[in-house]
């Protein structure tokens, strides 16, 4: 088994007066990691973006690099340099729990520019080959291709939708707001883990981005279901901070692409899971909104035995082969020709085995 946390490099750097969304400002310090190496065009780069509580380093678990960035995978790190940047609040990046005083509250809007930030000014790459995300970082990738329309060649938001964040998806996110902050603990400054309402909170987003037949399976008595409360408060309570939570959740407000679909301009495919619960009550409206995409289509792959609602953006192996096909489709070369290249000018939702 490879050990791909071995084979990365660490980059920082320190940003002087950061000024947030909010109108407020801090110094802030962005961390990511990198795989493989640039080629002597400079044109290899892809970047991957990382859900609502994780960092870069989720894409290197098994699962998903195994199947990304072995010899002969879409993203052979043989081929490509990898990009994973720690979004602000989460990873090795500045967080709440880093600061003495207050931390501005952040948005997407700071994440995708402090993202770009990262790439264009500590690493020094002005063109990418893929950007690539998944949940949240699924959201930044829409994001990009509406900021920075002509920086990449390719992009792949997976596990989300192009709109703002509502329904179900709103509803529990509010939901695990409400337990961390009416956690009698959550505003005394001397308290230190563990959070009740955290615990409880991480049970409420652990049941959302779980697969139903998942859970059917494994939690088959009370007893289990009980440990399994258990185990996921244990966890969260060792290693999340309430504050990083609460931020990381609220961050999500600002996020709205649907008003500037027109300006995407690079190659999008849009991938998503049938037994997704959190964004499944979307999927009916996909296919009007893709058609604002220019070269934008969309997929929703229904795993079959490999099904882990959300959670199934872990496992490369299920959508790997839609990396492949518009990363072929979405060749630099071919970017001029309009015709009938799959993938690079049609507009529209199929469903995938």
Known sequence: MTDWKQRTQAHEMQVPQFEFSSGESRTLRLHCWTLGSLNAARDNAVLLLHGTTGSGTQFLEPDTADFLFRTGQPL???QFFIILPDAIGHGNSSKPSDASEVFPHYGYVDIVRAQHLVVNELLGIHRLRLVLGTSMGGMNTWMWGITYPHMMDALMPIACLPS???GMNLLFRRLMLALIQTDLSYNDVTASLPSEGLGMAWNVFTLMISGQAELAHTLVTPTAADQHLADIAKKAQASK?????VWEFLASSD?????DLEKIVAPLLAVNFADDL???SGFADLD????RV??????IIDAGARAGGHKTLAKAEVWNTHVRDLLESSQPMKQSVIGSEVGLVSSGTHTAE
């Open 294 to 299: 220019r070269r934008g289509s969309a997929v």
């Open 288 to 291: 009007a909104t893709m058609q």
């Open 76 to 78: 052979d790190v043989d």
């Open 164 to 166: 703002s964040i509502r």
């Open 241 to 245: 901070h309430p504050r990083d939570a």
């Open 278 to 280: 959190i964004n499944a």
């Open 255 to 259: 996020y709205d692409p649907c008003e």
